[in-house]
């Protein structure tokens, strides 16, 4: 079988197949349209895995991935949204509701820092290994928070940012090990059921937090351990033969081979530590000072405006380093083996900037749902955590069905990336907005369905924006990966950030103290008088509502970026073969805008990607 496939890919590679046509013009240009390239080719696989696993039948392979990728895919999902329920209520316990922000940033802050490095990881000490020690990281995080007792609010923080560290790698590995020596069409495939458990689990997540929380919240972190346990036992015997190994050091700018045994001292010297560290401080420091910003100090406090200033000045340099890690430049020539954490090709890649803005609002949208919305529910509405995970509820048919239209246009019609991109860009936010309108009336009705319009909207960006990045960036699966994580996570972070301090401003603007000792707990919320309680509750109902309006303008700027993106076509057959027409199955790509060449009335029907 390795023998068949050489000589195909051989044959294959001495007579390429041009395609005829004519061609769909680019904004820029009239440039064909290119097909789109695997990852890696077939030496590099033969080399990097064991011959034997090519005879293995494509359905066997599917369904070992596919099992072993899926615990560890839903811890990552779990861990996002189990405790948006139970959030309230923990920091009520710990009397810490004024700081209820930092249970979550404490995720966040170490899930977007460290997002980069997982993929570098990944590239250079393999697969299986970096997706163990992600486990271990999640399973250490949820046990510390787990037994962190209520005087130690400090414990369980720490727990968090370990949590926040390991999804960031189950995150970036699942989607990375999905996409690993497949065709695009493949990968549509594959990314279709982990869309679909993805938003189950998003979705269900608050409720299963809710019900763990009547007993005690610290089962949202329990529930964690075993199945990470579960999902090393599982990677270990069902992914590790088949997962990728260490790559094949190489120069950056010729590719020639390191000589000698590449040993791990000699791996560990190919991480690119300088873009690491600019990234993690500069990056920690810029959200360190928008979570401080306002709701602990003024903006004009130097608490505020030193790590400000510094971490923008590091992530300035983190692009400088970045730009001179290019082959040819200083630090290329320095360190020859070294990889670049992320390319500096992507940064300055059209496509792969405005995806990462539809990702970065992706993340607001998702977050403001899970944790502002339950809020409402506890604080305003007086639910218990399991009717206002249940009332969430809401929110899973609408990211279900945007899931099931975003795999009906990659897979069946029209096979491209771009229409559920720009549909769900203008979905989502129409959602937001008049969830808003409708959490001010407190109209359930209306409440709930623009959870579901909300969770359309969202739903049917999941799989394409991945398709559509790895189209345009084959060769650059693991940074590209990371970087659109990066966008999500950031997003959900800033607005979570930009909430919360509107939320509490507008408490303290309305004479409401959230840090005093009567409103830092529910419990002390119920034992003012009626009318005061009223009050607090009018309040915070406005000032829900007033964050919700705030991060619409951040989504509704998507439409413009998302009215910018090329476009992705999907091979209907697999790739290289060709369909009963006679017409050879390659995946292709626009690089410029997809909407210009419609409106030059540039159809694609009549271009070579038809």
């Known amino acids: 079988m390795a023998i068949y496939l050489y000589k ?24 064909s349209l290119k097909p789109c390239k695997h990852r890696t080719n077939l030496l590099d696989v033969i080399s990097e895995q064991d011959s034997t696993l090519l005879s293995e039948s494509q359905p066997q392979k599917q369904w070992r991935l596919t099992a072993g990728l899926m615990l560890p895919y839903m811890v990552q999902a779990l861990d996002l949204t189990i405790i948006a329920g139970a959030l309230p209520f923990i920091a009520s316990d710990f009397n810490q509701l004024s700081q209820l922000n930092w249970i979550i940033s404490a995720f966040n802050l170490t899930a977007t820092t460290f997002i980069p490095a997982w993929g570098q990881l990944a590239d250079i000490f393999g697969r299986y290994a970096v997706l163990q ?23 369980l923080l720490f727990g968090r940012a370990l949590q926040g560290i390991g999804c960031s790698g189950l995150l970036i ?32 997540g608050p409720v299963i937090g809710g019900y763990l929380t009547q007993v005690s919240w610290r089962w949202c972190f329990i529930i964690n351990i075993p199945i990470a346990l579960v999902g ?84 300035i340099l983190f692009l400088v380093w970045e730009y001179l890690m290019m082959p040819g430049l200083a630090l290329a020539v320095r360190y020859p083996y070294c990889r670049a954490m992320i390319p500096f090709t992507l940064i300055l890649s059209r496509n792969a900037g405005l995806l990462m803005y539809i990702n970065f609002i992706t993340g607001m949208a998702m977050y403001a749902v899970f944790y502002f919305v339950d809020l409402y529910f506890a604080l305003v509405l007086q639910f218990s955590s399991s009717e206002g995970g249940k009332n969430l509820l809401y929110y899973i048919p609408g990211l279900g069905g945007g899931v099931y239209l975003a795999i009906f246009a990659c897979n069946v019609f029209p096979r491209q990336t771009w229409y559920p991109l720009f549909l769900g860009t203008v979905i989502e936010p129409l959602g937001i907005t008049i969830l808003a309108a409708a959490l001010s009336w407190s109209h359930l009705p209306t409440i709930y369905g623009m959870l579901a319009l909300t969770g359309i909207g969202t739903g049917i960006r999941l799989m394409p924006g991945t398709l559509h990045a790895i189209a345009h960036h084959p060769t650059q699966i693991a940074p590209l990966i990371s970087m659109m994580s990066l966008a999500s996570s950031l997003g959900g972070t800033l607005a979570l950030t930009i909430m919360l301090n509107i939320f509490n401003n507008h408490l303290s603007s309305a004479g409401i103290s959230v840090s005093g000792t009567t409103t830092s707990s529910f419990s002390g919320i119920s034992t003012l008088s009626s009318e005061e309680q009223d009050y607090v509750r009018d309040m915070a109902k406005r000032g829900i509502v007033l964050a919700f309006y705030a991060i ?21 057959g697999d790739e290289g073969v060709s369909n009963p027409d006679g017409e050879e199955a390659i995946s292709r790509t626009c690089e410029g805008s997809f909407i210009g060449s419609l409106a030059r009335r540039k159809s694609p029907d009549n271009s070579e990607t038809a």
Not at 176 to 200: T, Y
């Open 133 to 155: 020690a992600a486990l271990i990281l999640t399973l250490i995080g949820s046990a510390l928070c787990a037994g962190a007792p209520v005087t130690a609010f400090i414990m």
């Open 8 to 31: 195909k890919w051989k044959a294959t590679k001495e007579n390429p197949v041009t395609p005829s046509g004519p061609s769909i013009a680019t904004p820029e240009s009239s440039k």
């Open 173 to 204: 590995l699942t989607k990375v090990l999905l996409a690993d020596k497949v065709s695009l069409k493949e990968n549509a495939k594959n990314n279709s059921l982990f869309a679909v458990v993805g938003g189950l689990a998003y979705g269900f």
């Open 552 to 572: 619409s303008a951040f989504l509704w700027l998507g439409v413009g970026a998302s009215a910018g993106l090329g476009n992705a076509w999907i091979a209907k």
């Open 232 to 315: 090393m036992v599982g990677a270990h015997f069902l992914l590790q033969p088949m997962l990728l190994g260490p790559q094949t050091i190489r120069r950056t700018d010729d590719g020639t081979e390191m000589a000698g045994p590449q040993t791990f001292m000699k791996r560990l010297s190919t991480l690119d530590f300088g873009g690491q560290l600019l990234f993690l401080f500069g990056m920690g420091l810029f959200i360190l000072a928008i979570t401080w910003a306002g709701a602990y100090y003024p903006w004009n406090d130097a608490k505020v405006i030193v790590p400000l200033v510094l971490g923008s000045l590091l992530l």
